[in-house]
């Protein structure tokens, strides 16, 4: 999920990401602090942390907003409809519908379906598939324009990434020793 870091972290704070299709949970970042998770410093555990924020959410504490903000994610990230179409079906101009996207995700519509495009074409990388056909397939003019925006933001090629993602899988679970 593209996100971006919070602006000013108290001393001593420690972050965990957590991302996940919570259908009621609302678009953008929340954060929780052990406190309001009921948690303290000794039972930070990932688990505990999970089961906390789960509680939280259940309990209505989500972000406030627009109803349909939700939806906004889907339709950024997946659809080919341009940023006005899309502010239009939700009741707002293109402008304003941005200036709230960026307010409540932390990046623009533009980059936040660039970078979705970049997370699912980096799945596709630990596949066989060509790099030119990925590239194709989210979107991307031809395999140069990917690589130009992957390196930028992976810091290495999609064809580099990809090998070293299929020569870390394919390494054996158990390694034996012979004599």
């Not at 992976?154 to 993602?165: I, K, L, S």
């Amino acid at each position: 999920m593209p996100h971006r870091s919070l602006a000013a972290e108290p001393e001593g704070a420690q972050c965990l990401n957590l991302y996940a299709a919570l259908p009621d949970a609302g678009c953008g970042p929340t954060v929780y602090s052990l406190r309001e998770l009921g948690l303290s410093e000794g039972e930070a555990d990932p688990l505990a942390l999970l089961r906390g924020v789960g509680e939280r959410l259940q309990a209505g504490g989500r972000l406030p907003g627009h109803a349909s903000d939700d939806l906004w994610l889907g339709d950024i990230g997946v659809s080919s409809m341009t940023v006005g179409k899309i502010a239009v079906r939700h009741g707002l101009s293109r402008e304003g519908f941005s200036r709230r996207f960026t307010r409540l995700i932390g990046m623009s519509p533009h980059a936040y379906r660039l970078m979705h495009r970049l997370n699912a074409a980096r799945r596709d990388l630990r596949s066989e598939t060509s790099v030119a056909d990925i590239a194709a397939k989210y979107g991307f003019a031809d395999q140069s324009h990917l690589g130009r925006h992957f390196r930028r933001v992976f810091g290495a090629t999609p064809r580099a990434y990809g090998e070293n993602m299929r020569a870390v899988t394919n390494v054996p679970d158990v390694v034996t020793a012979t004599g």
